[in-house]
């Protein structure tokens, strides 16, 4: 299937904690045979290598999903953005791209989108995703949080965008951090829109 006939959904990684978030989600969306339009912020890049090692670099990211999750990632087909490229697919409402997931979201790209600054493409594609009325999935990651900060999620939420804080459950008994992970994006998967079997179905007890 080319690119041009699979749905297309866009996934900003910035330069917060919990990079296998989005390791795992964009895995999840390529499995599903989605088109991925990719974009990392400096920090983002920072923060795979940091915290996946070097092996998890942007220049070798479908490889290393590849390795990590098996070859039905290659389902899929992905396109990676420069986050200065304001000239990008997804920088414009014209492209139909049919949501995006900032995962994880810093706090200072929550307030560059609570307040529709446009200051990169992870921000451009984030308003472009609001102005258009489409889903725009937030996943915030820090700990303790400034009024500010809680206030730039209101912000957001009003404004139209899911507010799906990095925050995993443990009555599903998770036993590695790959479970943790799991259950978080398939909760980004089910906030844009799309079925998903990474974590079992709650059925009313443990
Ligand atoms: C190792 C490391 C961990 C960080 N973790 C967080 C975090 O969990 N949440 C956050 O909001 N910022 C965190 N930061 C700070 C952001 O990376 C920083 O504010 C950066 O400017 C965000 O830019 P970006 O949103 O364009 O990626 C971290 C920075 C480093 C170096």
């Known amino acids: 299937m080319s690119a041009d006939a699979r ?4 996934v900003g990684v910035t330069g917060a904690s919990g990079a296998f978030y989005a390791t795992r989600t964009v895995a999840a969306l390529l499995s599903r045979g989605l088109h991925v339009e990719l974009v990392v912020s400096d920090y983002g890049r920072r923060l795979l290598r940091d915290e996946l090692g070097e092996g998890a670099s942007v220049e070798r990211f479908v490889p290393f999903l590849a390795e ?35 995962v994880p979201c810093s706090m200072k790209t929550l307030a560059g989108v609570a307040h529709g600054l446009s200051r990169n493409l992870v921000e451009r594609a984030a308003d472009v995703m609001l102005k258009e009325r489409r889903r725009l999935v937030i996943v915030p990651r820090e700990t303790p949080m400034s009024l500010p900060q809680l ?15 990095a925050m995993p459950a443990f009555y599903q ?12 994006a398939g909760k980004i998967l089910s906030a844009l829109g799309f079925e998903h079997d990474l974590y079992p179905p709650w059925t009313g007890q443990v």
Not at 73 to 90: K, S
């Open 7 to 10: 749905q297309s959904v866009a």
């Open 68 to 102: 990590k999750y098996g070859p039905g990632v290659g389902a899929g087909t992905l396109t990676l953005h420069g986050n200065r490229d304001m000239g990008a697919t997804i920088a414009s409402g014209s492209h139909g791209c049919v949501g995006m997931a900032i």
């Open 151 to 165: 206030k730039n999620m209101v912000l957001c939420a009003e404004a139209g965008a899911m507010i799906l804080p």
């Open 173 to 184: 008994r998770p036993t590695s951090l790959d479970d943790l992970a799991d259950f978080m």
